[in-house]
């Protein structure tokens, strides 16, 4: 199984970005999708999570800002970033959590490689 990131890059403060991640592989069930990140100098953190139903949890620092979604036909979740802000300078890890990728295999968790947003002032 392999996530690949996608939709990083340079953004003015106050401008949107939308990251891509998809998962790919012998892929049965993914429970739920996520986007992280490492500010620089800083621990990973967790930014926006979606289970497969749909039911989503965010950061403090991005609520009404950011908005997660998943395409599960796809195996693909998204992270639509607006009103972006240069604390919200960091490389952006997409996981997937749970993915099994047969039926009554142990499941496992993926991550992406990692794309850069960078917000300048």
């Known amino acids: 199984v392999q996530l690949q990131a996608s939709g990083g890059g340079l953004v003015q403060a106050g401008g949107s970005v939308r990251l891509s991640c998809t998962a790919s592989g012998n892929i049965f069930t993914i429970d739920a999708m996520g986007w992280y990140r490492r500010p620089p100098g800083k621990q990973r953190e967790l930014v926006a999570r979606?289970?497969?139903?749909?039911?989503?949890n965010y950061a403090d620092s991005v609520k009404g800002r950011f908005t997660i979604s998943r395409d599960n036909t796809k195996n693909t979740v998204y992270l639509q970033m607006s009103n972006l802000k240069p604390e919200d300078t960091a490389v952006y890890y997409c996981?997937?959590?749970?993915?099994?990728?047969?039926?009554?295999?142990?499941?496992?968790?993926?991550w992406g490689q990692g794309t850069q947003v960078t917000v300048s002032s």
């Open positions: 979606i289970s497969s139903g749909g039911s989503t």
């Open positions: 996981n997937a959590d749970r993915v099994v990728t047969r039926p009554f295999a142990r499941p496992a968790d993926y």
